[in-house]
């Protein structure tokens, strides 16, 4: 008891200087140790490493663009590693924070690339891309806003536009002798209908939180337009306190309280795409969901896509809303920054991956094959086969938006979007009142 | 010292000689010890550094004394991951060990198909956390889950969305995957009690059950403890299931705080109020351990020292 | 007691111990228990039989047909998906992992609860004791950023080694823990006795305490394997190339940028776990009986 005192000042004299080691190993290793990442080898030649996401559709077109551009440089090599979304959120956050992050780090745009730049992770390609105009003309001009930050370009639009749409189960609406909703009145108007005859009037995977953002994201752009997100974008305080805020979060809780999706849609998940499984499977009349969810219906639905059981469109207007019918949410793209640690080598090399392999027809053919529309303008005359039409169209709502918003989750910081979707998921519940909720939310705000 | 007594002495000797080998067998502790202040220790006053600063984990650190601190203990998520950590704590314990007690005796007793089921019992034990969730939110889906492979709507809940019922479920889950593995312990536990005490008792009359409340139990007691610590130790720091299985919802209804440490760290991008958090969860399994210790060490300690 | 643990070796080996078997005749069948374990038993494999049965789906009727009625056309395309991605050898990288972790981890631990129980009257080992209780608590993702820079620093980042390490670090408080508890009950005269017929601590501590300890070596063992076995974080964090890739890693780079390719996930669970039930079957004798050694001491 007696020498508490002293143990206690010790702990915090060794807690001091495990502060200053672990302060200088972050510094430290900014040093010549780090070749812009992995220890991939000590390749004498030029090296760079590029880290994204496993899996299909999109790992064997990634994997493609790089042996692709080996093959063309052979003293130049990109080593590519994939990683499962979740798994890849945690990585890169590690190893960035011991400067040991990839050449090339792939990403959503918005808030997270946001930190990477106040962290000074990742170059600035404005002035890059300003003189190499040609690259940035390939790349449709919508795409590069959640690339930036303050003015500056530090992502390189890459892969494809996912907008979300509103799809839905074309022959449940020709046998319950309906038609598909224009309006936010008219899907009110659907939901006891369907419900009479035991259907879901939409499907959700609730337990995945981000897919209930998407109700917010559209409601409150079709109510009072996009401006209102942008000043909760900018920081600006109290953003949320807008009425039209309250009047969506209003409308959400009465889609619930009127049993607008399937019983139980907290506990379905997105990621076992049970979400999807339901609209195709006749269980649910509608859904709103991400433009790839074309592909996952297309493959595990059987003959439901090929049969044209799927229908599709933007999401309706809301009766006396400000917001234009013809803005979108959803990722603008995908995203490819150079980490400002990785030497001048690594960079060239990243730099040249993107002005040739990133930009080429094959790039493009690639991702129309994956069965999305390319960030890579002039894609629409690759459109062929049975996918030509919702790639039209998704093409025609990611052309056609005045405003295409970046999911809010992706857009906002991470502090705040974890918030975000703490308090979606609340009020989907009824656990918390729009007033609760905007309050809470107007806390993280600038955050 | 010197001045003692020979007969005392001699009793002494043994023990005090016990305390004299220390020297002999501290060397013994070392590699143990060295390797955890290597990767245990070092590490965790890293993170009790960081409590001090401000870092988003991929820019600059930030000194900023307390704040870090306040902003942790102010937040009234903390008292509620407390809780929720201690809830999920007692509730599985509570659960697993009676379970575990009844099958282990059950089983203890050898017929083929006992050792049979003892085999399958196991197979939990080899699945991963992931993999376990992700097996069930596929058969508690409200529409496509077990309630709709055997037809029976009661099934049909809103099992990860409702608050309680999503605690529930942990729970439940929890307990499908350890209670095997403690029911093995207790099996090798109860082969152990001599079968004279039982015939003893018999004679006397004993039914199974007070010969279960008489004999069975006392005997399991160090074994309770064993299992005890492992199940209570294992549930402050486990998170894998947590993670995938409900991400700490609906809401924060199943955010224990291993779990809240990781969201403010690694989603949030909040290190310092994470590593607040984190020191937090040490000082609580440091006072259980204690709690623990006291219960599994039984006073010999004092003895060794004492005599 | 120490007759208890001396007459414990190997009947259960080459059968019932005949008192085990005598007492379960003179007794009425326990009912509670009985019930218990069937009911539990059908807890316990229906997810099981889920797994596998959903291991031989396609991915497209896995929505469409009942989850708990197999498909009618069985499909092994999961299963081919799953070995062409390599999983032998992220197997084999888990096995290494694994054992290379457990063995030095518990011997390790319990030399050092050798030396905190016999030398309990140092205040160096109650010092290193309570630094082994205090790690009890350490959640291994509170601390991986600056495992992850120790490991950087030791030129060890994407090698199997570098998952080993700290895995050991991280089993030793609870070993420690457990293994210390079990060897404190041990009665003294026996060390005593050892003492005097000259037999150094080394000697001891593997002559007696050894042998005396080993179902808890084995409970420890199992416990710490089981969790490195399955261990997520460390070989995410600390590899890199698929070279090194364990099994958890693996299942999870089978799933999609979107979403969870659950047959694929199912088959990889089953492939992956079925050598180990195996070896469980073949071994569990040896097991139980590691166990059954007393563990009630």
Known sequence: MSNNPISRRNFLGLAAGAAGAAALAACGSSGPSNSGGSSSGGSGGGAASYWSLSGPPGEPYRQAAIDRFNKANPDSKITGTFFQNDAYKQKIKTALGANQGPTMIWGWGGGGLKEYVTSGQVEDLTSWLGENAAVKSKILPSSFGAGTVDGKIYALPVETVQPIVLFYNKKVFESAGLQPPKSWGEIMALVPQFNAKKIAPFSLGGQSRWTNMMWLEFLLDRTAGSEVFDKVFAGEKGAWSDPAVLDMLTKIQDLVKANGFQKGFSSTTADSNADQALLYTGKAAMMLHGSWSYGIQKEQGGNFVKDGGLGWMNFPAVEGGKGDPSNTVGNPGQYLSISSKATTEAKDIAKKFFSTTLVDDEEKAGWVKSGGVPVLTGSESLFTGDDAGFLKDMATIANGAKVFAQSWDQALSPTAAETLLDNIAKLFQLQVSPQQWVDAMNGVIGK | ?307 | MATVTKHRPSPSVSGTPGGTRRRNKAMAYNWLGGGLSWVWLFVVMLPIYWIVITSFKTQSNYFITNPLVPASDLTFENYKTVIESDIVRYFFNSVIVTLGATVPAVLVSFMAAYAIVRGSGSRILKGMNWVFLMGLAIPLQAVIIPVYLIIIRLKMYDTLAAIILPSIAFAIPLSVLVLSNFIRDVPKELFESMRMDGATEWGTLWRLAFPLTRPALVTVAIYNGLGIWNGFLLPLVLTQSPDQRTVPLALASLSGQFGVNVPAIAASVTLTTLPIVILYAIGRRQLLSGLTAGFSK
């Open chain 2, 1 to 307: 010292m010197t001045t003692i007594a020979p007969p005392v002495v001699r009793t002494k000797e043994p023990s005090r000689s016990t305390g004299g080998r220390s020297g002999p067998v501290l060397w013994m502790a070392l590699p143990a010890f060295v390797w955890f202040v290597f990767f245990g220790i070092i590490p965790l006053l890293g993170v009790l550094a960081l409590s001090f600063t401000t870092w988003n984990g991929i820019g600059e650190i930030v000194p900023s004394g307390l704040d870090s601190w306040k902003a942790t203990l102010s937040d009234p998520g903390l008292p509620h991951a407390l809780w929720v950590t201690f809830l999920i704590m007692a509730l599985s314990w509570a659960v697993q060990t009676p379970m575990s007690i009844l099958i282990g005796v059950f089983l203890a007793t050898s017929k083929r198909y006992r050792e049979f089921l003892a085999v399958l019992f196991f197979i939990p034990l080899l699945l991963s956390s992931a993999a376990i969730a992700i097996t069930y939110k596929a058969l508690l889906d409200p529409s496509f889950g077990l309630g709709s492979g055997l037809g029976i709507d009661l099934l049909n809940q809103d099992w990860l969305g409702n608050s309680t019922l999503a605690m529930a479920t942990l729970i439940f889950i929890v307990s499908w995957q350890f209670i095997p593995f403690h029911s093995l312990i207790y099996q090798g536990a109860v082969r152990q009690i001599p079968t004279s005490m039982y015939e003893a008792s018999q004679i006397d009359g004993a039914g199974r059950v007070r010969q279960f409340i008489s004999i069975t139990l006392p005997q399991l007691k160090y074994t309770i403890i064993t299992s005890s610590t492992l199940m209570v130790v294992g549930s402050l720091t486990f998170f894998d299931l947590i993670y995938v299985l409900t991400a700490g919802g609906p809401g924060d209804a199943t955010r224990a705080l291993a779990l809240a440490m990781y969201q403010q760290g690694f989603q949030a991008n909040l290190m310092g109020p994470a590593s607040a958090i984190a020191v937090i969860l040490v000082l609580v399994g440091l006072v259980l351990s204690l709690v623990l210790r006291r219960l599994g060490g039984r006073a010999d300690d004092s003895q060794l020292e004492g005599a």
